[in-house]
């Protein structure tokens, strides 16, 4: 009983996993290689406790190779080199499988140590990491190799480990767990698609609760105590933490307070009050912008407000500032303007400023036509004056487009009335 309960009921064929049937469901990719026995260099990626190690270890099983595991936290060059020599030896007659577990926390020069041995075939790598593996992994390894993603598993396919758990445990105990189904549905729901999180909260369930001689009761206290936080997938380094940010901003985008409530709730729930209200200020100018302009400052003075009363009561005037960015009108044109602008720079299009536009009021002997003839838009009617301010070789560069929307639409019917020109 001194392994974890998860590795004693962990799956021994394919059909017993939980979850990710887009991968191993019949006829699907990556079961179809796997009872081929015919394994090439594979990488799996996904969130803990959704089946990469498990699938690895029923490859192993199908597959007549040496099976050496590493975990990339702890292994280092000499352990890399200890397994290469074992190649052509007796130990590793057909072949060797390397399991390498976590593999984003390789270096490229031990990344780099495998790759000879990857490409001529003498080791079949399977990785797994929890992180993306094409922002973390050597882009040589990754062209030689093939990568699945696993995904969080539903809430409705859990149920059946947790019941396998609790078949295990009453034989651990040789008592009777009683469990309902509505309590199972709770901590399958309470998991966050990690079937590891789900058998180790079922077996603290039944820990926890109260012996009767050879029966258990699972007591909805104990679930309650246990499963109050545990739905919460978070990691500040990690993809996790991004894919929330990135939904925050396209839920409040895409004009859905529902979806931008919920995320913000997640990432207060997880104490990151920073990342929520920079991530806020950006789609403030970003995505509202010149369609409702106010909408800055009245975002930061939530902000400030937040920062300053602290969690719990943060979430107050976030709440507010949130709600107001999804249901406002949006634009991006000073966001797409300034991009632009920025793109010209970097391709080189700079160009010397106007002479009528520089700090300087002295001409040097070898100008011939003297003077700086910078016009002072203030001198003239509607406080406007047409002149080149643009560098030449810009000067007929446009940037700023007109949002569509009520603001925008009141500065171009303005725009034309000063300068009675056509909409540039």
């Known amino acids: 009983m001194n392994q974890p309960l998860a590795d004693r009921i962990r799956p021994k064929n394919l059909n017993e996993v939980v979850g990710q049937k887009h991968l191993l469901g019949e006829g699907k990719v990556l079961r179809r290689i796997i009872e081929s026995g015919n ?19 029923i490859i192993s099983e199908s597959c007549n190779k040496k099976l050496y595991k590493l975990n990339a936290t702890t292994a280092s060059i000499s352990d890399i080199k200890e397994i290469i020599s074992n190649v052509g030896t007796f130990a590793g007659f057909n072949g060797i499988l390397l399991y390498l577990d976590e593999i984003q926390y390789f270096n490229k020069k031990q990344q780099q140590t495998l790759l000879e041995f990857i490409e001529n075939g003498d080791i079949t790598l399977i990785a ?56 199972i549905a709770i901590i399958s729901r309470a998991c966050g698609g990690d079937v590891r999180k789900a058998i180790n909260i079922t077996e603290l369930c039944v820990l926890s609760s109260k012996h009767q001689g050879n029966i258990i009761e699972v007591e909805n206290s104990v ?38 409530i919920h995320y913000l ?67 991006n044109s000073a966001y797409t303007a300034i991009d632009t602008a920025l793109a010209d720079i970097d391709a080189g299009k700079v160009g010397p400023i106007p002479r009528h536009l520089q700090n300087m009021h002295y001409d040097g002997d070898d100008v011939k ?32 487009k007109f949002g569509n929307n009520k603001f925008e639409n009141s500065l171009k019917s303005y725009w034309e009335l000063i300068k009675n020109t056509e909409e540039r």
């Open 39 to 57: 394994i090439p260099n594979l990488i799996f990626y996904g969130p803990s406790g959704v089946g990469k190690t498990t699938v690895a270890n």
């Open 128 to 183: 797994s990491t929890t992180e993306n593996p094409y922002f973390y992994i050597y882009n040589a390894i990754l062209s030689r190799s093939s990568v699945f993603e696993f995904k969080q598993v539903p809430e409705f396919e859990i149920p059946s480990a947790i019941k396998r758990a609790v078949a295990v445990l009453e034989r651990d105990y040789n008592a009777k767990i009683n469990i309902t189904d509505r309590q």
């Open 223 to 260: 679930i309650a105590d246990l499963t109050g936080n545990a739905a919460m997938r978070y990691d500040k380094s990690g993809d996790e933490h991004y894919d929330i940010l990135s939904a925050f901003q396209k839920s409040m985008r895409g004009s859905d307070p529902d979806a931008a």
């Open 265 to 331: 709730a997640r990432l207060l729930k997880a104490g990151d009050l920073p990342s929520a209200c920079r991530r806020l200020l950006v789609c403030a100018c970003e995505d509202v912008g010149l369609a409702y302009p106010q909408i800055i400052p009245i975002v930061k003075a939530c902000v400030d407000s937040a920062l300053m009363v602290g969690l719990p009561e943060a979430r107050i005037p976030l709440a507010n500032a949130v709600i107001l960015v999804a249901l406002s009108p949006k634009s």
């Open 369 to 400: 036509v003297k003077g700086q003839f910078y016009k002072y838009p203030h001198d003239y009617p509607n406080h406007y004056i047409p002149q080149q301010y643009l560098p030449d070789l810009l000067k007929d560069a446009k940037y700023y």
